[in-house]
């Protein structure tokens, strides 16, 4: 009987299968109409003629067109797995973020079934983890506290790379897909490679992802595995070069011309070298020197149980350079990192007593006692309770130490506390260290703080009522046993270096100030310096400046100017112009300004300077008459104005290399506007309030971050960043 199909059958096997098929059936047709032979060898030589040929199409499609069935299997599965791969790549940037995930990858590719054709078994796949190599950072200074730890010496990093290798059959190319921590990319067995992408330069940017793992297993199933956090770089940290620019190597197998492919496009990599090796290649990226760059650091862990990092070194958060009246408490905060310079919780940090015979006090707030761990956020909180009376001033100091887990002192941090009589926003006085008295002005040949040896008596050589104290080519001392020094004409201290004790008042219409410490550096920690109703009010030094806690005042006429090569230092010190149009400037050429709590105010241009950075936390600034500006810079630095209030009626200009900090901020032009610009870096706090009469431009290189922040102006602030959260 004749059995015909429907119309509506699917067939399930495959081209070939109806091929044959049909070939058997033709034969079968023929066969059909050949008449009765009693002899029955021509059918049977038929059916075996008919089998030979199905033979014959079977070994053909088994030899040529079954590998390439199988070859484009195997394509499939690369394609596949290379996307597995991409998904590992976002488990270890989740990772750098502090999040734990897992990732999978389909290691072993599975060959189809195929009735009268033969499939090789199911391939596998080697999953691996190289030995370490290591990566450097050489010429690296941070800026702020972390600049103990960076200060340029060469840091070193073991670092790993994952490897993922298929055991293909038909390929005629040997893929692995390699992740470096700083690049990923599919390599071929001829020196091809490609799909390479790299983390480590991007503009300002550095980050370097060290992978840590113990993986070396083939297997022909997927396998899932986690990646853990080890060390997770959620802050960057702001380096730049002391002269040595700053040099990165890692090791790769990534090749020489890809990486240069890769960077070519970066303006800050000003150099490239590539050394080949055994096991693996070293790239050498060399950066373009004199830039500030933000650099994080970060440690993946890659199937680990995720062992917390050891303990590299300690800093001091909050509550260094404190004064204390007697009986008060004052809390001071550490934050201990890894070599990775992310916060480790759970470390063991222990204060030392203080040093002096009148020490306060020293034990963590949690526990009451000198020692305890680190939080979550890496730090630990200690409270220092001054002694309840004192004799005149007392420099008290303790350490704060980080141990690891042998016990052993892997770093410290020392708190200085100045203990003092009398309420705390008292003027500081006398507290220049070391300074002998003998009397009367001196010349400090030596430097030593003593009078002795080659120093010499200064006497005043000033005529016709003019004060001059000039100790030529060596340190002028001017100790507290000269009294104020008071004059209706013109008041004139200079050398080399000067150490200032008393208080200056120049009274007459026509009278000057003028301290200049030369090439040396200026003291004058306390003291108050009053022009009441005269000229120009200049201290220079070529060296650093401290007017800790002064006052410095002019009362009319003219300008007050504040200028040194090195550092300046006015924590808790007020400046002031008080007269209409008059200038006041405070200029570090080569250093560091800090006025934290200070309160500096014009009534003309006020200008604020650091070569290397300002730090304005908590103090207040005004200029407020006939439109002058009030102009914060840094050109090779950033500006901390957290917790600042700036006021001014003429334009308020923030304009720095690096960050920008204004957290808690109040910044406010009452008739033009507000511009704040990160050249290189962000502008970022939270809570911050900055309004201007007409407009407010904030511009940063790399994000703007300022959220449950305030800002206005007459139509709609301008915001220009890559990224913004506001």
């Not at 995720?306 to 934050?335: F, K, S």
């Not at 030529?472 to 013109?490: A, F, K, W």
């Not at 310096?529 to 201290?539: E, L, Q």
Request: hydrophobic share 35%; aromatic share 4%; glycine share 12%.
């Amino acid at each position: 009987m004749t059995h015909n199909t429907p119309n509506n059958t699917q067939y399930t096997h495959s081209p070939l299968r109806h091929v044959l098929r049909g070939l058997v059936a033709g034969a079968a047709r023929r066969g059909s109409h050949l008449r009765g032979d009693r002899r029955g060898a021509s059918a049977i030589l038929g059916t075996m003629l008919a089998f030979a040929l199905v033979v014959s199409l079977v070994a053909m499609v088994q030899v040529s067109a079954v590998p390439a069935w199988n070859q484009q299997t195997e394509f499939e599965h690369l394609t596949a797995v290379e996307t597995d791969f991409a998904a590992f790549d976002e488990s270890v940037a989740k990772a750098v973020d502090g999040r734990q995930t897992r990732a999978t990858l389909d290691a072993g590719v599975d060959y189809p079934t195929r009735a009268l054709f033969v499939s090789p078994a199911a391939g596998s796949g080697s999953l691996r983890t190289t030995d370490p190599a290591t990566a450097r950072i050489s010429g690296a200074v941070a800026t702020g506290k972390t600049g103990t730890y960076w200060d340029g010496s060469e840091h070193a990093f073991d670092t790993q790379q994952f490897v993922y290798r298929p055991d293909y059959r038909y390929l005629q190319s040997e893929p692995s897909l390699v992740h470096e921590g700083t690049a990923q990319y599919t390599a071929y067995g001829g020196g091809g490679e490609v799909g390479a992408t790299q983390s480590l330069v991007d503009g300002t940017k550095i980050s370097l992802v060290f992978l840590e793992g113990d993986i070396d297993t083939a297997t022909s199933e997927a396998t899932t595995f986690g990646v853990v956090p080890l060390s997770a770089g959620t802050d960057y940290i702001t380096v730049t070069d002391s002269g040595t620019p700053i040099t990165i190597s890692v090791p790769t197998r990534l090749s020489e011309d890809t990486w240069r492919d890769l960077l070519a496009d970066e303006p800050n990599v000003r150099s490239i070298d590539y050394a080949t090796g055994a096991d693996s290649n070293t790239l050498t990226v060399e950066l373009a020197p004199g830039k500030t760059y933000d650099l994080r650091l970060s440690r993946v862990g890659i199937d680990t149980p995720g062992a917390l990092q050891p303990p590299a070194y300690i800093v001091d958060v909050e509550g260094d350079n404190a004064v204390l009246p007697p009986g008060a408490t004052h809390r001071a905060v550490v934050e201990v990192r890894d070599a990775q310079n992310n916060p480790v919780p759970n470390a063991v940090v222990k204060a030392s007593p203080g040093l002096t015979a009148e020490s306060g006090r020293i034990v963590a707030r949690d526990t009451g006692t000198v020692s305890t761990v680190t939080d979550s956020d890496g730090r630990a909180t200690f409270v220092y309770t001054a002694p309840g009376s004192i004799d005149g001033v007392v420099n008290d100091e303790f350490d704060v130490v980080v141990k690891d887990d042998g016990g052993a002192t892997v770093d410290r941090v020392t708190f200085d506390v100045q203990l003092r009589e009398g309420g705390v926003t008292d003027p500081l006085r006398g507290l220049v260290a070391a300074i002998d008295d003998p009397g009367f002005v001196y010349a400090d040949v030596d430097g030593n703080g003593e009078f002795d040896g080659a120093d010499y008596r200064v006497n005043n050589t000033g005529t016709r009522g003019d004060v001059t104290y000039d100790a030529g080519t060596d340190r002028l001392v001017v100790p507290p046993s000269t009294g104020t020094i008071v004059s209706d004409r013109d008041v004139t201290l200079a050398g080399d270096g000067v150490s200032l004790h008393v208080d200056v008042v120049a009274t007459g219409s026509n009278s000057r100030v003028d301290v200049d410490a030369g090439s040396g550096s200026l003291a004058a920690v306390g003291v108050s310096v009053t022009s009441v109703s005269g000229k120009d009010i200049t201290v220079t030094a070529g060296d650093e400046i401290d007017l800790s806690g002064a006052s410095i005042t002019q009362g009319s006429k003219d300008s007050l100017s504040i200028e040194a090569g090195g550092d300046i230092t006015l924590d808790n010190a007020g400046v002031t112009v008080a007269q209409d149009s008059n200038s006041l400037r405070i200029v570090s050429t080569n250093g560091f300004v800090s006025a934290r709590s200070a309160d500096i105010s014009g009534k003309g241009d006020v200008r604020i300077d650091g070569a290397d950075g300002v730090d304005l936390a908590g103090a207040g600034l005004s200029g407020v008459k006939d439109n002058g500006a009030l102009d914060v810079v840094s050109a090779r630095g950033g500006v901390n104005l957290n917790g600042v209030v700036m006021l001014g009626d003429g334009d308020i200009v923030v304009d720095a290399e690096g960050n920008v900090f204004v957290v808690g901020a109040n910044i406010a032009s009452t008739k033009t506007d507000v511009v704040i610009t990160s050249d290189s870096g962000m502008v970022s706090g939270r809570e911050a309030a900055i309004s201007a009469e007409d407009d407010v431009t904030i511009t940063a290189a790399v994000r703007i971050y300022l959220p449950d922040s305030s800002i206005e102006d007459e139509d709609t602030p301008e915001l220009n960043a890559p990224e913004k959260e506001v």
